[in-house]
């Protein structure tokens, strides 16, 4: 995949590219960045990028001509064009999974008070990061793009995405580390069992349950199967999970360290 990114501040993306995940992926060739300055293809003899709206108001406008220009200078017959911007729908899970498919995607980041508006014709989607306001594209583009290229092959461990927040419309079960006490508070014995399909449904309940504490929008339109229905109806501790417990303290040992 190549994402290319048409801003004003290349150099905000100068780390970002360069740590963690997205710099493995970068080489191992699986994604490529390519960063432009829009103001490199600005006409005006004061290399000007941006003006005062036309009919007053408070700001300044990004220009049409550097950004169409800066665009055509990298558009493809293949690439997809987003713009950043509030009129968008909300960015999600399944958008990340969808643009995922993409072989050439292209963010336009806006600045200032916004865009010339005769730049939309040539924009293929608006999405929105958040019903907030940013200082300008740049933060979006980046989030959008780490959220899509994790999804690429190779990128990470295929087994890490087949189970994380919003893969299903709910958020991801709890996740824990050794030691087995922290402070007072313990890893659930469940998760000792060796009992996979109990550990299974603790976390299918878990996730059930603390989607409804703190995502109730999300709760509230999913779709739920009748063993979901029947996980949330439950007592806590049932008498699976507390078999599942016995039997494996038998094969199983806690470390307290």
């Known amino acids: ?26 080489e191992k060739g699986i ?44 558009k493809k017959e293949n690439s997809y064009v987003i713009l950043p911007s509030p ?66 092959d190779g990128v990470i461990a295929s087994e890490s995405t087949k189970e994380e927040s919003f893969q299903d419309g709910l958020l991801e079960y709890p996740q824990y580390t050794l ?9 659930p014995d469940i998760l000792f069992s060796g009992n996979h399909l109990a550990i299974k449904k603790w976390r299918r309940k878990q996730s059930l349950k603390l989607t409804k504490h703190y995502r109730p929008d999300l709760f509230d339109k999913h779709k739920f199967s009748a063993k979901d229905l029947q996980l949330l109806q439950e007592e806590d501790s049932p008498d699976w999970e507390k078999k599942a417990i016995e039997k494996g303290k038998k094969f199983t040992s806690r470390d307290e360290n």
């Open 31 to 74: 994604v490529e960045f390519q960063l432009v300055n829009i103001r490199d293809y600005t006409e005006d003899k004061y290399h000007r990028v941006d003006n005062p709206p036309t009919g007053g108001g408070a700001g300044l406008i990004m220009q049409c001509q550097p950004i169409l220009s800066s665009l055509r200078s990298v």
């Open 179 to 187: 030691p087995y006490q922290f402070e007072g508070q313990k890893i």
């Open 87 to 152: 009129r968008g729908k909300p960015f999600t899970q399944e958008d990340a999974l969808r643009l995922s498919k993409k072989e050439d995607l292209i963010f336009i980041c806006g600045h200032y008070e916004g865009i010339d508006e005769r730049i939309s014709p040539y924009v293929d989607e608006f999405l929105s990061l958040g019903d907030f306001i940013l200082t300008g594209g740049e933060i979006a583009s980046l989030a959008f793009s780490d959220a899509i290229l994790r999804l690429l």
């Open 1 to 26: 995949m190549k994402i290319t990114i048409l801003t004003l501040f290349p150099e905000f993306f100068a780390t970002p590219l360069n740590t963690s995940i997205i710099k493995r992926a970068k």
